[in-house]
C-alpha cells in the first residue's frame, strides 16, 4: 500500500504544479467554463498517461540510444508553446464561447503532453523511480494512479478558471488574463530554451 500512496503524491506534485497543460486550463476555464473545458482535461489525462505507459515500456531506452530526438521534442515543444501563447494573446476575450471560438479539444489537450517537456521529464522520473526494472504490472498500477490524480489536478485547474470567470466579466478583463497567461507560457518556452 505505501508504493501506491508513494505513486500518487508523486503524481500530484509532478501534475497539479503550474505548467503549460495546467496554464491553458486555467485560461480555457476562465473563458469556456468548466464543462467545455472538459476536452482539455481528458485529452491532456489521456495523452500524459499513454505518454507514461510507452516511457514504461521502453520509450525511454529509444531517447538514450539517439537523444537528437530529444532535442526536436524540446524544440517542438518550445515551438507549441509559443503557438499557445500567441493564440492566447490575440484572442479577443469574449466571454461567449460562441462567439470566441471553442475550447481546447481532447486532441489538443493530448498534443500539448507530448510536446511538453514537463511531462517527459515527469515521466522519465516517475518511472525511474517506481518502475525501474521495467515490470508491466507496475508500469500498469502507475498508470492507473496517475489517470486519476492527473485528471483531477487538471480539473481543479479549470475549476480555478471557471471560478476567476466571476471577476472577469468583461472582454477587456478576459484580454488582460488571457494575455497574462500568454506570458507565462512564453516564459515556459523561454526556460525550456535556456535548459
Excluded at 500524459?48 to 514504461?56: D, K, Q
Aim: glycine share 10%; with cysteine.
Amino acid at each position: 500500500m505505501s508504493l501506491i500512496i508513494s505513486m500518487a503524491a508523486f503524481a500530484l506534485v509532478a501534475s497539479i504544479t503550474p505548467g503549460p497543460v495546467n496554464i491553458v486550463a486555467l485560461s480555457s476555464g476562465a473563458q469556456f467554463g468548466f464543462r467545455a473545458s472538459q476536452r482539455h482535461v481528458a485529452g491532456a489525462t489521456l495523452g500524459f498517461v499513454v505518454l507514461l505507459v510507452l516511457m514504461g515500456l521502453g520509450l525511454h531506452e529509444v531517447l538514450q540510444r539517439w537523444p537528437a530526438l530529444t532535442q526536436v521534442v524540446q524544440w517542438a515543444g518550445v515551438s507549441f508553446l509559443l503557438y499557445m501563447a500567441f493564440k492566447l494573446a490575440a484572442d479577443k476575450g469574449h466571454l461567449d464561447a460562441k462567439e470566441s471560438g471553442r475550447a481546447p479539444s481532447m486532441l489538443y489537450g493530448a498534443a500539448m503532453q507530448w510536446l511538453n517537456p514537463k511531462a517527459w521529464l515527469a515521466c522519465v522520473a516517475g518511472m525511474g523511480a517506481f518502475v525501474a526494472d521495467g515490470e508491466a504490472r507496475l508500469v500498469w498500477q502507475f498508470a492507473a494512479v496517475y489517470l486519476v490524480i492527473c485528471y483531477v489536478s487538471v480539473g481543479c485547474w479549470v475549476y480555478a478558471g471557471t471560478f476567476l470567470r466571476g471577476y472577469l466579466s468583461n472582454a477587456k478583463g478576459m484580454r488582460l488574463f488571457n494575455r497574462s497567461m500568454a506570458l507565462l507560457l512564453v516564459v515556459c518556452a523561454g526556460y525550456l530554451i535556456r535548459a
